[in-house]
């Protein structure tokens, strides 16, 4: 397999725009601008490339779904809201290879006929931001950015956004008000984003990796991409691996590859004496998979067939040092304080299940609390506004299934009885505000 | 607050958009990286800029976790205690916060030299358990022993805060990491 995305990560500092142009960088425009969008389309809907930012919806049919006659300005807008605990794949691309960024955003947004792109930058990744500001402007000064590209007609302009925090910001409508200077709220759908989105403007929504493979479909072709998938899946992923792992860190292969060879090879299995009792496959908002589901390829087809989901590919590995209830407890403390509060099954159901969860790490649950607790995801999952509760429920729903005994357990022996048990540490929960 | 250059260069921010009040959240962090956090001279002139009253700048920075309203210490250090870092010790990392600076979460530590602060992803799980530097810089593979180390040259330190610059700078200048 090529490296696409991280091509450029052996380098000791970012590539600035000589060196990336030296290196190969920008060539694939020349394949790109001044050919027919619709043709260029039609090879992006058919390489088969899926939203790489958890969705995995096909990106070429979303943007055919883009009027022909839309009415400018059309906004493109990158997603790098990157807040999805366990997930660091677009952290590396911004801060170690930014003109990959810049190369993507101008081939997406030349097929898209976008008059701007706005690069929507969580605030706890400034840094990156200001590497990135920095590469948009060498990018303007060599003519790849501006007034009448390549004597194409089409003008771009590219907009770092930096925002201020708040995991719902990566929902792609929330984004859209948190770009506008509203709080982060997520719209109502319909209207989607890419007939009314920005100022009431088409907007195409994507996460920066997916904007990242455009180009480079379209100047390799569609053979090319395909083969760089395995076990039935096309193109290549960055899998994470974070937790008791030897070697966590980020891997570009294969999508498909399986996660055993993810967990064990790249990563190099769990640290000496653990034990591997279950994995998220792809971020904190997926379902558990466990030790039995390591040979199933991580693709967008792979993780559902054991109820989960391939989310971002990042993988976070729970071994036997923590209890299993523990883990979701703090998987809800995150969701909890991330609820933009909008919605009440939200706002004040997801702070009901963190509290049932609580009271089997504490003792004081019983019987009728496993049910209340499954009551309690069935009423909020499909009652919420937008996709962050159903998201959040998905570890909660999935371990209260894979892991039902150790609920038992936890009543039989009137609460945990793990030796990593402590009590929560209140001065955190109460105090999170400045 | 601002220089004549700098309150220009916020307007032409400003102006850029569509909306005025897209520009909201650029000026509100300007007036933090120049006061260390949200006061109230600064919402008069963020109103100024964008024609959003102090209402609605407070709706913003209340929802916004990276905007403050109070002040806070000389640094602001964000330990993340999300899953990952979880698994690898964050409480640990937090509590011993806790002890080291002799306040609870969120309060400025008694020689002001920081202000600790939970936090979500920080996009380090492979160098868990992390944490982050006023916004800026990544602390990384934290136990115990590291965290009260580096609260003490914190503490050392004469005033880190307004190492970002102003809000003129506030993406303007290079700052692309390391990729060893």
């Known amino acids: 397999m090529d490296k696409i995305l991280s091509r450029n990560f052996h380098h000791p500092h970012p590539l600035n725009i000589d060196e990336y142009q030296q290196a190969g960088g920008y060539r694939s425009l020349d394949s790109i601008i001044g050919q027919p969008r619709k043709e260029l389309l039609a090879t992006l809907k058919n390489s088969g490339l899926r939203g790489c930012g958890g969705a995995g919806f096909s990106t070429g049919l979303k943007w055919s779904f883009k009027a022909p006659d839309a009415p400018h300005p059309v906004y493109l807008v990158v997603n790098l809201d990157e807040a999805e605990p366990g997930s660091f794949k677009d952290r590396q691309v911004l801060y ?19 008059d701007k792109a706005f690069i929507f930058i969580r605030g706890e990744y400034r840094k990156g931001a200001q590497g990135l500001e920095a590469a948009v402007n060498e990018a303007k000064a060599a003519g790849l950015l501006g007034y009448n590209i390549r004597n194409s007609g089409w003008n771009l302009e590219i907009d770092v956004h930096l925002s201020a925090g708040r995991y719902i910001c990566g929902e792609e409508t929330a984004l859209l008000n948190a770009i506008e200077g509203y709080r982060a709220n997520p719209r109502a759908k319909p209207p989607f984003p890419i007939a009314k989105g920005l100022w009431g403007s088409p907007t195409i929504v994507n996460n920066v990796e997916t904007i990242c493979h455009v180009p480079f479909i379209l100047h390799k072709g569609i053979e090319w991409f395909q083969n760089q998938g395995t076990n039935g899946a096309y193109g290549s992923h960055i899998f994470q691996v974070s937790g008791p792992v030897k070697n966590p860190g980020f891997f570009e292969l294969p999508l498909g590859t399986t996660a055993r060879e993810i967990i064990y090879e790249h990563a190099g299995g769990l640290l000496e004496g653990r034990e591997l009792i279950g994995f998220l496959p792809g971020g904190a908002s997926t379902q558990f998979m466990l030790p039995k589901d390591l040979d199933i390829p991580m693709h967008w087809d792979g993780p559902p067939t054991v109820g989960a989901r ?40 997801l702070p009901f299940v963190k509290y049932q969860l609580e009271k089997f790490e504490t003792g004081e649950a019983d019987m009728t ?33 894979k892991f039902e005994t150790l609920f038992h357990q936890h009543i039989d022996n009137h609460g945990c009885t793990h030796p990593s048990h402590t009590p929560s540490t209140d001065a955190i929960n109460n105090k999170v505000d400045c | 607050m601002f220089t004549p250059d700098e309150l220009t260069h916020l307007k032409q921010h400003v102006n850029h958009y569509p909306e005025p009040r897209a520009g909201a959240i650029y000026c509100l962090y300007a007036v933090q990286d120049k006061v260390g956090h949200i006061n109230d001279k600064g919402i008069e002139i963020v109103t100024e800029l964008t024609g959003l009253s102090k209402t609605q700048q407070e709706e913003l920075i209340s929802f916004y976790t990276l905007l403050r309203r109070r002040p806070i210490g000389r640094n602001v ?45 920080l996009g380090l799980c492979n160098k868990a358990p992390a944490a982050l530097l006023n916004e800026m810089d990544e602390v990384e593979n934290l136990n115990v022993h590291s965290i009260n180390e580096y609260l003490n040259k914190l503490s050392e330190k004469p005033h880190d805060l307004n190492n970002k610059g102003s809000g003129s700078n506030i993406i303007a200048t290079s700052g692309r990491e390391n990729n060893s």
Do not use: W
């Open chain 2, 77 to 121: 250090l964000r330990i993340c205690d999300s899953i990952s870092c979880h698994v690898m010790g964050s409480k640990a990392i937090l509590d011993a916060a806790i002890k080291q600076t002799g306040v609870p979460i969120g309060e400025i530590s008694k020689d002001g030299s920081v202000t600790v602060l939970p936090s979500i992803c």
């Open chain 1, 96 to 114: 170690r290879d930014p003109h990959t960024i810049i190369e993507g955003v101008i081939a997406s947004s030349y097929i898209l006929e976008a």
């Open chain 1, 310 to 349: 391939l989310g971002t590919g990042g993988i976070i590995v729970m071994d036997d040092s923590l209890c299993p209830i523990d883990f979701m407890i703090n998987l809800m403390q995150f969701f909890t304080r991330e609820s933009c509060g909008f919605c009440t099954p939200c706002r004040d159901g």
């Open chain 1, 369 to 401: 609390d496993i049910d209340t607790l499954r009551e309690l995801c069935d009423i909020i999952y499909p009652n919420t506004f937008c996709a962050f509760a159903p998201g959040a429920l998905m570890p909660i729903k999935s371990g209260m299934d």
